[in-house]
T-cell receptor
């Protein structure tokens, strides 16, 4: 079965530490995205990549970094520079055609302790 | 600047009745619109979409209406069922009428359907 796998589902981080969230897809999609969900603010775009070895900043990229070395993988690093990292993080991918938009992973809940 | 807005944070409906969820947008370049449904601690799942060349798209109990002049779209669920209780996100893109490209999401509306 094709899909997107995000791991871990829950993650705890101490203040001042970097942490990397994993996102892997086996849908052969070209484009991948990272969103952050906060209560009352919907989904906000952090970074996106439309092709391997290329990525673009979204609306709230400060304090985050990404890489796209393989088509299947788009890891997100939350750095210590991110002032309010506690949130629900969603990874998505799209094939660029058809009416279905994105396929989302099940998300990672990051909590800073 | 919130380009996609869902002004109703929540909606409560009786089972069997119609649910109407609304969404407004400000960017006239948006040409493709989607609705997603999300349960707690899960990723959103695609529900229905509409291109700007249409004003209505229907899929079973779900119908999306687009009013381009008013920059407004709505999702109708008839009849509503308790399993429809979830958060509904409206999303828009400027992708030449395809689903490619980054989506801009609204804040979401929590729908509760009472038995």
């Amino acid at each position: 079965d094709g899909g997107i796998t995000q791991s871990p589902k829950y993650l705890f981080r101490k203040e001042g530490q970097n942490v990397t969230l994993s996102c892997e897809q086996n849908l052969n999609h070209d484009a991948m995205y990272w969103y952050r969900q906060d209560p009352g603010q919907g989904l906000r775009l952090i970074y996106y990549s439309q092709i391997v070895n290329d990525f673009q900043k979204g609306d709230i990229a400060e304090g985050y970094s990404v890489s796209r070395e393989k088509k299947e993988s788009f890891p997100l690093t939350v750095t210590s520079a991110q002032k309010n990292p506690t949130a629900f993080y969603l990874c998505a991918s799209s094939e660029g055609t058809g009416p279905y938009g994105y396929t989302f992973g099940s998300g990672t809940r990051l909590t800073v302790v | 600047d919130q380009q996609v807005k869902q002004n109703s944070p929540s909606l409560s409906v009786q089972e069997g009745r119609i649910s109407i969820l609304n969404c407004d947008y400000t960017n006239s370049m948006f040409d493709y619109f989607l609705w997603y449904k999300k349960y707690p601690a899960e990723g959103p799942t695609f529900l229905i979409s509409i291109s700007s060349i249409k004003d209505k798209n229907e899929d079973g109990r779900f119908t999306v209406f687009l009013n381009k002049s008013a920059k407004h779209l709505s999702l109708h669920i008839v009849p509503s069922q308790p399993g429809d209780s979830a958060v509904y996100f409206c999303a828009a893109s400027n992708a030449g009428g395809t689903s490619y490209g980054k989506l801009t999401f609204g804040q979401g509306t929590i729908l509760t359907v009472h038995p």
